[in-house]
Nanobody, 122 residues
Framework: QVQLVESGGGLVQPGGSLRLSCTAS????????MGWYRQAPGKQRELVAT???????NYADSVKGRFTISRDNAKNTVYLQMDSLKPEDTAIYYCLADVLIFSSYTIRGDYWGQGTQVTVSF
């Protein structure tokens, strides 16, 4: 089984910055797509940004130009640099990994972190 742990959330004023990180751990596995989703109170969970292990990235329109996703494949870690934060960015941010687990045969599945709270407010 694979575990994802996020960190880096907190309270920041509008226009400020935060950097989230998510590290995957477990037995023998590999990760294809890895990324971030968020869920604000009363709203559905939405895509923020994703990155494949070959460097392809995808961003929600609402964060383009402000957020940057990056990966350290050797450390099984994905980062989300968030700049020019807005109050509407307030949400719980969840890490997602599309994982291949190598056991008696290969198993593929989506794994989620526990979430980290980001609050943008004065």
């Amino acid at each position: 089984q694979v575990q994802l742990v996020e960190s880096g959330g907190g309270l920041v004023q509008p226009g400020g910055s935060l950097r989230l990180s998510c590290t995957a751990s477990g037995r023998r596995f590999s990760i294809n797509r890895m990324g971030w989703y968020r869920q604000a109170p009363g709203k559905q969970r939405e895509l923020v940004a994703t990155a494949t292990n070959d460097g392809s990235t995808n961003y929600a329109d609402s964060v383009k130009g402000r957020f940057t996703i990056s990966r350290d494949n050797a450390k099984n870690t994905v980062y989300l640099q968030m700049d020019s934060l807005k109050p509407e960015d307030t949400a719980i941010y969840y890490c997602l990994a599309d994982v291949l687990i190598f056991s008696s045969y290969t198993i593929r599945g989506d794994y989620w972190g526990q979430g980290t709270q980001v609050t943008v407010s004065f």
